[in-house]
């Protein structure tokens, strides 16, 4: 059963871009603040964006104005453009869906993709 597929993931050098791609069961998808959160290896994982039913994004501030949320309501699809990527952007990331959330806590997802790995080289 399909609730969170990541897609778009891969290797980029420094200032390139990369567009991730969370396909979403319709049940999760249509009710839910979805989310991106990443994990770099011996980190913990951090919020990244967020993009609620009403379609209001938040993003952490070391990828605004680089990185942007969105949704495609006719696809329950969820994406992140990542651009000027940085070697510090590198990272797994995971798309997360939850009903109640803070947008940066990742305790409040119910959701959660298998993650997709992205590595940015300098």
């Known amino acids: 059963q399909v609730q969170l597929v990541e897609s778009g993931g891969g290797s980029v050098q420094a200032g390139g871009s990369l567009r991730l791609s969370c396909a979403a069961s319709?049940?999760?998808?249509?009710?839910?603040?979805m989310a991106w959160f990443r994990q770099a290896p011996g980190k913990e994982r951090e919020g990244v964006a967020s993009?609620?039913?009403?379609?209001?994004?938040y993003y952490a501030d070391s990828v605004k104005g680089r990185f942007t949320i969105s949704r495609d309501n006719a696809k329950n699809t969820v994406y992140l453009q990542m651009n000027s990527l940085k070697p510090e952007d590198t990272a797994m990331y995971y798309c997360?869906?939850?009903?109640?959330?803070?947008?940066?806590?990742?305790?409040?997802?119910?959701?959660w993709g298998q993650g997709t790995q992205v590595t940015v080289s300098s």
């Open positions: 997360a869906a939850g009903a109640t959330v803070r947008w940066y806590n990742q305790a409040d997802f119910d959701y």
């Open positions: 319709a049940y999760i998808y249509s009710d839910n603040c």
């Open positions: 993009i609620y039913t009403r379609g209001n994004t």
